[in-house]
């Protein structure tokens, strides 16, 4: 069975500051991949970035960055120069568990509440 | 910009009654999945679609929710009774291959 653990139900960080957002994995699979959605207050879950395990080199999308760190088991998101759009609920996400023609299943942490402050 | 549709945004029902969400997946993405997100937690696989075929249901309550994609294109997710535990963020995503996973903007269930 899968696991993503994040131990971090609220943070806050400064705006324009860069902030760290943890996430944990368990998984028996040799091959997965790991995303980061953000969820604003609206609901909608938007896709940030994508780490796959026989990656090299950790993924970045502007200011979002994904230290990956496959011996720990640790996927953290790093957001630079933190803006007050980036206030919003932000999920930590395996892809495992291959089920044939392309789907697959996803299995989500318990978020973490992030809060810009001006 | 394609996006996933649902349909209706928010839903308040009373106990014992019916409910039905709608779902519009990206053009030409084949999978499709409703999730339910409760208050403070992550999303939960409820059902999976692989075209019109059920690939994974196990996580669905099946003496009260039931799913169909029966073109394989949009999607119905019903509860009947629903129950107030059923009070839930529903949200449908869609993807083409093994691309990430494209969200709707959710159907907020409020049961009283």
Known sequence: AQKITQTQPGMFVQEKEAVTLDCTYDTSDQSYGLFWYKQPSSGEMI???????????????????????????????????????????????????????????????????????? | EAEVAQSPRYKITEKSQAVAFWCDPISGHATLYWYRQILGQGPELLVQFQDESVVDDSQLPKDRFSAERLKGVDSTLKIQPAELGDSAMYLCASSFSRDEQFFGPGTRLTVL
């Open chain 1, 47 to 118: 896709f940030l970035i994508y780490q796959g395990s026989y990656d090299e080199q950790n993924a970045t999308e502007g200011r979002y960055s994904l230290n990956f760190q496959k011996a720990r088991k640790s996927a953290n998101l790093v957001i630079s120069a933190s803006q007050l759009g980036d206030s919003a609920m932000y999920f930590c996400a395996m892809k495992g568990t291959h089920l044939g023609a392309g789907s697959y299943q996803l299995t989500f942490g318990k978020g973490t509440k992030l809060s810009v402050i001006p």
